[in-house]
């Protein structure tokens, strides 16, 4: 999962009718590119994800709107 991927996952589940804008700034150069991968905790800790990125990123998204309507955030 890139880092982009995870900004649009994020922005649908957080408000659908915000599209994030790519592009608006100059690409950096020097700038490694990086994906999400699971493996090495795995390999090291035996650990798998039980929650996909996007399901994981709805279950949050819901509960803080739980939470801002039920007044436990300000």
């Known amino acids: 999962t890139t880092v982009r991927e995870v900004v ?3 922005a649908a589940a957080a408000n659908p009718a915000v599209v994030p804008e790519f ?8 700038e490694v ?23 994981g990123l709805m279950r ?8 801002l309507e039920e007044g436990r955030l300000s």
Do not use: I, S
Not at 23 to 30: F, I, N, T, Y
Not at 38 to 51: C, F, R, S, Y
Not at 60 to 67: H, N, S
């Open 8 to 10: 649009e996952m994020a």
């Open 23 to 30: 592009g608006a700034a100059a690409d950096r150069k020097l």
């Open 33 to 55: 590119e990086r994906a999400a991968d699971p493996a090495p905790a795995k390999a090291l800790l035996g650990w798998t994800p039980e929650v996909a990125v996007a399901e």
């Open 60 to 67: 949050t998204a819901a509960w803080y709107r739980r939470a």
